[in-house]
């Protein structure tokens, strides 16, 4: 959450969510309003914030898209002078609608003109530090770009990585994975992560019958060179927790 004062606040009289909120948007800005869009009140969303927990984007490419955002009307940044028991300060409000606004609309809601909405009380919060990235990793944090109803936030994106990497594992490629996860996508789209999920888990590929057969020698008596034994394992390890998956569902 951001401090007392700032952070996201959500525009009143917003349409609801429909499979093309920000589909006249660039990708990129139409991943980001996605995002931004699912936060709840209060979260901070500048920049710097947005790029430690979006793994797609830097925070240079944040601060471009917000301000995208603010000239296509979904976004307003007003610092604004507010009394407290300690005196006046100026703050920041941010305030973030799906709907797309005029300036005359801003204008009015500013001064009070349109329905507000209740703000809850701001908790501080603790954002994740940026993981390493696999390829799996890095296939999970792109979906965003292919829908950006999918736009996942790093930590997802980590809970997420060791399913994907057993796709990776069985011979399939990060581009047939994505394609499988965003093909038929169901509207709305509430929980993305879980959604992906449940993909990741349903949509498994089957073990192929040579990950489990060991590799021979080419000649009788030759060892096999070290690299391919390790990969073997991996194979083996791969089908292994796929198979003991498979069997707890079962149960």
Not at 143 to 161: K, M, N, V, Y
Not at 237 to 242: H, T
Request: hydrophobic share 35%; charged share 30%; with cysteine.
């Amino acid at each position: 959450m951001a401090n007392p004062g700032y952070g996201k606040r959500v525009a009143p009289d917003q349409a609801p969510r429909t499979a093309n909120d920000f589909a006249h948007l660039p990708r990129r800005e139409a991943s980001i309003a996605a995002f931004i869009d699912q936060l709840p009140e209060g979260a901070a969303m500048d920049a710097k914030t947005l790029a430690k927990v979006l793994p797609d984007y830097g925070q240079q490419a944040c601060r471009s898209a917000l301000r995208y955002l603010r000239e296509a009307g979904h976004l307003l940044v007003r610092p604004v002078v507010e009394a407290t028991e300690a005196g006046k300060r100026w703050v920041t409000r941010t305030f973030f609608s799906r709907t797309a606004r005029p300036t005359s609309w801003w204008e009015r809601l500013l001064r009070g003109d349109v329905p507000s909405v209740e703000r809850p009380e701001p908790e501080p919060d603790r954002v994740p530090e940026e993981p390493r990235r696999s390829r799996a990793y890095r296939a999970l944090a792109s979906l965003g770009r292919i829908d950006p109803r999918l736009t996942l936030s790093a930590a997802e994106c980590a809970e997420l990585e060791p399913l994907a990497a057993r796709w990776l594992a069985l011979d399939t490629t990060p581009e047939q994975m994505t394609a499988a996860l965003t093909a038929g996508l169901p509207h709305p789209i509430n929980r993305p992560a879980g959604l992906m999920r449940e993909r990741l888990e349903r949509k498994m590929p089957p073990v192929p019958a040579r990950f489990t057969r060991p590799p021979t020698p080419d000649r009788p008596g030759e060892a096999l060179p070290p690299d391919e034994v390790a990969r073997h394992a991996n194979r083996l390890r791969a089908a292994a927790g796929i198979a003991r998956n498979a069997d707890g569902k079962r149960t």
